[in-house]
């Protein structure tokens, strides 16, 4: 079967704009039903707070953030001798008031403790729209589906009310998330349709559960999910080509067909419709190449030989010199091995050797260079800021690996935790000096040394996966190249010979132009405009 590749991957986190405001903490009743519409957690005694919990506590209702979290973070450290109970109360506020600090990371530390304590914590449920709240700031490398995933379905419904209904939508969305990332599927869809068309997350729902039925074999409900992105008001132009790509490739799956007794049939109606769907994917679009590459097979099924050559040669045209698409000459030494113009099929073989063997070995020795996550770190760091670092081979291959969303995600990870330190050290002497600004400090560098090297794990797979796509690339063209060796034992016509010659001559074009079409042979200078248009003659000279 012909090699393609289906990268499934999608952005997350979209803008949450509403913001928490603070209320009165004296009545803790109030406060939560006001902030989060749901009542309060039992509390574990009914001791009163002590005067520094106090003071703070009024900090907090003033708006004094910054006091607030210092006298806040002395009673989480067990500096008074509050009850268990306010201690809990003091480690929410603390969290809240971090968040109006914007120091994120160290208010989702807070959080991430109250929500591993569990419901044994008193302010377990509060905890959860906050969650929310953060996950509008932090990169989701920072682990917050994860978290949401630790509370039941029925504390995230009780937010399903009116004065709450946006962070319930979110919070859905982020449960599917959780639910698809540990394999159950059918809870992940049953969460990602529950999100109100209304909300903003409701596109990026549609998506995952299309994407998730898939995953799960159903081509219908798949189709249905990606139609509704595309239905949707205001998509924006990433997820519309996003779900374009992805219905093509729904379709291009199901029109190949296995039956019972392993033989494999084409619908001709779902390849054309796959083929369509390609077609709406934009050139302005950053899958548009994903898209002409991926097509190129289709048309290959579908015995539009040209179409696909012209795909092909779009794909190596010098706009897109950085492009890495080591399968386009797969696909050119197919075309002409079915077409038996075994000398064309021959020479894609060795230009595929010439280009992709050196690049090969550059990759192996680059990557034996690199001998820990840290140094692959700062290697992805180098290639993003210059990438001229990169020797010419290699350049736009890793260039193009390393760009994509999962890497991205983590770098802006490690620069928000950056910003957060660069804060701390430049914010006033009694935060910097405190046990408040020891403990951010902390947490900033631990989480900065996992997240540095968490992307250098994921460095050291995008290498891995190249050098293991060559290799079976040129495991593929290796078993054509012994097909050609057959073929050339046994000869070509004297009928093929000829046809192959007149070929030649005639440049292979011989196509009709009418009142709408025009044909302008290639002249060796490519236009932009006419990139989706490209068209190569590949006439069959088989006579057997």
Not at 189 to 215: C, E, K, L, M, Y
């Amino acid at each position: 079967m012909p090699y393609a590749r289906a990268t499934w991957w999608v952005a997350t986190c979209l803008s949450f704009v509403s913001a928490a405001s603070a209320q009165d903490p004296s009545s803790e009743m109030e406060f939560t039903l006001e902030e989060t519409g749901q009542p309060p957690a039992l509390a574990v005694d009914d001791r009163p707070p002590s005067e520094p919990l106090a003071n703070a506590l009024r900090l907090y209702q003033r708006e004094r953030y910054l006091e607030a979290s210092v006298q806040l973070s002395r009673v989480v450290s067990g500096e008074s001798d509050d009850s268990p109970a306010n201690v809990q109360k003091a480690q929410f506020f603390l969290a809240k008031a971090l968040f109006h600090l914007r120091f994120h990371r160290a208010s989702l530390s807070l959080l991430e403790e109250i929500a591993q304590a569990g419901p044994r914590h008193g302010y377990f449920e509060q905890a959860l729209p906050w969650l929310a709240q953060l996950a509008t700031q932090l990169p989701e490398p920072a682990g917050i589906i994860e978290l949401v995933g630790l509370y039941p379905p029925e504390m995230v419904d009780a937010l399903a009310r009116d004065e709450t209904r946006e962070v319930h939508d979110h919070l859905l969305y982020l449960s599917g998330r959780h639910a698809y990332a540990q394999n159950e599927l059918d809870t992940a869809i049953a969460r990602f349709d529950r999100v109100s068309p209304s909300s903003p997350h409701f596109v990026r729902s549609r998506f995952f559960a299309g994407v998730t039925h898939v995953r799960l074999r159903r081509a219908r409900p798949a189709i249905a999910a990606f139609r509704q992105v595309l239905d949707a008001p205001d998509v924006p132009s990433r997820m519309r080509n996003l779900a374009w790509l992805s219905l093509a490739r729904v379709y291009y799956t199901a029109a190949n067909r296995t039956d019972e007794m392993g033989n494999r049939t084409l619908d001709p109606a779902l390849l054309e419709n796959a083929l369509a769907a390609w077609d709406r994917v934009e050139p302005a679009s950053e899958h548009w190449l994903d898209a002409l590459f991926e097509q190129a097979w289709g048309l290959y099924l579908a015995n539009q030989e040209s179409r696909a050559m012209g795909n092909v040669f779009t794909l190596q045209s010098p706009y897109f010199e950085g492009a890495y698409y080591p399968e386009a000459y797969v696909i050119k030494a197919v075309v002409f091995f079915s077409a038996c113009q075994t000398e064309n099929a021959e020479a894609m073989i060795t230009q595929f050797h010439e280009r992709y063997d050196p690049v090969r070995e550059e990759l192996g020795h680059t990557l034996e260079g690199l001998a820990d996550n840290e140094a692959l770190y700062r290697f992805l760091v180098g290639v993003r800021e210059d990438p001229d670092t990169l020797g010419p081979r290699i350049r736009g291959i890793v260039s193009t690996a390393l760009a994509d969303r999962t890497l991205l995600r983590h770098l802006e990870y490690v620069r928000v935790l950056d910003d957060e330190l660069a804060r701390l050290e430049a914010g006033p002497e009694p935060l910097r000096a405190s046990s408040l600004g020891d403990r951010i400090r902390a947490d900033l560098t631990v989480t900065r040394s996992f997240a540095v090297d968490r992307g250098g794990d994921l460095v050291r797979g995008r290498f891995t996966r190249l050098v293991d796509e060559l290799d079976e690339l040129m495991t593929q063209m290796d078993t054509v190249e012994v097909e050609l060796l057959r073929v050339r034992r046994e000869g070509l016509s004297q009928a093929q010979r000829d046809e192959l010659e007149r070929i030649r001559q005639a440049g292979g074009l011989s196509v009709e132009v009418d009142e709408e079409h025009q044909i302008w042979p290639f002249d060796g200078e490519y236009w932009r405009d006419e990139l989706p248009f490209y068209r190569q003659r590949v006439t069959p000279i088989c006579t057997r």
